[in-house]
């Protein structure tokens, strides 16, 4: 299984998750044309994308969705209820996910999971090809236990560790923005991270990867340091800025990952 980590944080989130001949779009958070350019840097191209799922209707999620669409009007797109009436796109297909439902895609199986975030109905992904299983979850205030049941086991963790409690709150955002990140709807900080991490690894866990970084409030040194407490040490831990993309490949010797920085021209 492959995982590109295209975009993360607040300027905009993408990944493509992909298994056999079966490639997921996840979240179309930047504009298609760096969908394309950040694809392309990894030997990919949109139209690869066999169906773009959604985690929710921020506009960071979704900011390139509907000039993808017209681009590349082959991709189906699935979201939950809530999020698709908070939505005016077009596509080919698609439907509506519902949180514990498991749906094929391909050589994927998916199933989604209610998260905690203020938005209508926000969702965290299960990636399970029958060999691997991978986990992605950002923006949620909390880690609920529901989570922490749904993501047990796997051998991937994408997990948001969006800020430092300290900097957030010393930080320069006015007062009801530092409370709505900090809230149980919001973002989870890099201690609930750790937390989070430590309630879902298992025997079989092989890497984790933070997502979703405050470039005001947060450094990826901290969020390392803080989660490589929670693991063994010959598992790798990185994080994911908004100035980087990241593969990483699970086969039977373990997680590879392979780090690309966003250069002038290349996506940025």
Known sequence: MEVLILASGSSGNAALISSGGTSLLIDVGVSALQIRQRLEAFGRAPEDVGAVLLTHE???????????????HQAPVWATHGTWSRLDVRCNGGGELESGQTRIFGDLQVTAVSTSHDAADPVAFMFDDGCHCVAFCTDTGKFTTLLQQRLLGCEL??????????????????????QRISSSKGHLSNHQSLKAVDQVQSSVLRAVVALHLSAENNCPNLVCETLRSAV????????????EMLRVTLDGDGACLERHDLSPGRGK
């Open 232 to 243: 063994d040490e010959d598992i790798p831990v990185t994080a994911v800025t908004r100035n």
């Open 58 to 72: 921020h506009s960071d999620h979704v900011r390139g969705l509907d000039v993808f669409l017209r681009r590349h």
């Open 157 to 178: 963790l994408l997990l948001e560790a969006n800020h430092d409690s300290d900097m957030l709150r010393h930080g320069p955002y006015p007062w009801p923005l530092r």
